[in-house]
């Protein structure tokens, strides 16, 4: 079997941001600058690097980024208070509250506080709970999780038709499992949910023609659990001393799978993309 192609998500993440940049431009032209607010509570230094990732890929498309930068030990009125003046602000369109939030702060309630006309994170429970309606693709909320919302863009882009496939998602969280899940059962797959209590793992990803591993644990999928020809979407991001590794193990799987995405240049690149897409989306409803 020849090796698997490999899905470059940074070049798919690239060619979305210069469609956004003229979906940008066209709204500026209507006087309409979208604008994003970034919440970052504390100077987590992994947490900072992220948020200015997210602002300056902001600026390159030509969106404007606010930045918020609440104190580590602000009380929780306080924080929400800062989220509501955000949420009656016209010149944001989206909110983004980085997570994790310091341990004294209630995150899903501090989540609650965002607009779910500016959730452009996509986990506001109003936002999550149109997901889990949606029995199709047209009925999906506006605002989608970013990193499920890659996901499935770089599956798009091998060109494999999702529906009637089998999909095995490894991994159930409410950021990252679950609502990949969602979305390729609204592209009509059959879906399967794998978890750490899943009994012979191997036997369940070997059924699937799509895989997606939203796990956390390096190297976890090798070559043997992987069906011949399968699409496998790594999102895990494992900071080892030899450097970023995902959950896939990537020499191996390539020699079996018919696609499969690097860590990192994979999903990674597509997070951010999603997030400036929900921000444009928001500014273009906003604006009608
Ligand atoms: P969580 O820790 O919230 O969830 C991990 C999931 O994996 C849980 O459902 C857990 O099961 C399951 N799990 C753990 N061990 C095993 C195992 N041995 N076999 C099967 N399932 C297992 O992680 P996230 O969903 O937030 O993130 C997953 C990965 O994706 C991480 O590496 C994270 O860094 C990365 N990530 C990458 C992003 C990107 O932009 N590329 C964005 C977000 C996350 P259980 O529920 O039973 O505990």
């Known amino acids: 079997m020849p090796e698997a192609q490999i899905i470059d998500g940074k070049k798919v993440a690239e060619q979305l941001r210069q469609e956004l940049a003229e979906e940008v431009a066209a709204l500026m032209k209507q006087g309409i600058t979208p604008g994003l ?3 970052l509570v504390g100077e987590d230094p992994a947490s900072q690097v992220y948020v200015r990732m997210k602002e300056k890929a902001c600026a ?5 980024s606010r930045g918020v930068r609440p104190p580590v030990d602000v009380p929780q009125e306080e924080l929400i208070a800062r989220i509501e003046e955000l949420n009656r602000d016209p010149a944001i369109h989206g909110i983004l509250v980085q997570l994790p939030l310091p341990k004294h702060l209630d995150t899903p309630e501090v989540l ?7 959730d452009v ?11 889990l309606s949606a029995k199709y ?3 999906l909320p506006t605002f989608i999780p970013c990193t499920p919302a890659g996901a499935i863009k770089l599956i798009d ?3 494999t038709q999702i529906e009637g496939k089998r999909a095995v998602v490894v991994g159930r969280s409410l950021i990252v499992g679950k609502p990949v899940a969602m979305l390729l059962l609204a592209r009509q797959a059959t879906v399967t949910i794998c978890h750490s209590r899943t009994r012979d793992l191997g036997a369940v990803t070997r059924e699937a023609d799509i895989l997606v591993a939203a796990v956390g644990v390096p190297r976890l999928i090798e070559a043997e659990m992987v069906k011949p020809g399968a699409v496998v979407i790594d999102v895990g991001v494992n900071r080892l001393e030899e450097g970023l590794v995902g959950d896939v193990d990537f020499d191996q799987v390539i020699q079996v799978a018919g696609h499969v995405t690097p860590v990192p240049g994979g999903v990674g690149p597509m997070t951010i993309t999603m997030l400036l897409a929900n921000t444009v989306r928001s500014a273009k409803a906003q604006a009608s």
């Not at 609650?112 to 500016?118: A, L, N, R």
């Open 121 to 131: 994170d996509g986990f506001h429970p109003v936002n999550l709970g149109k997901l």
């Open 37 to 39: 607010a970034t919440v």
């Open 157 to 159: 882009s091998t060109g």
């Open 137 to 139: 693709w047209d009925e």
């Open 60 to 64: 390159k498309v030509g969106l404007m």
């Open 112 to 118: 609650q506080h965002v607009s779910p006309d500016k």
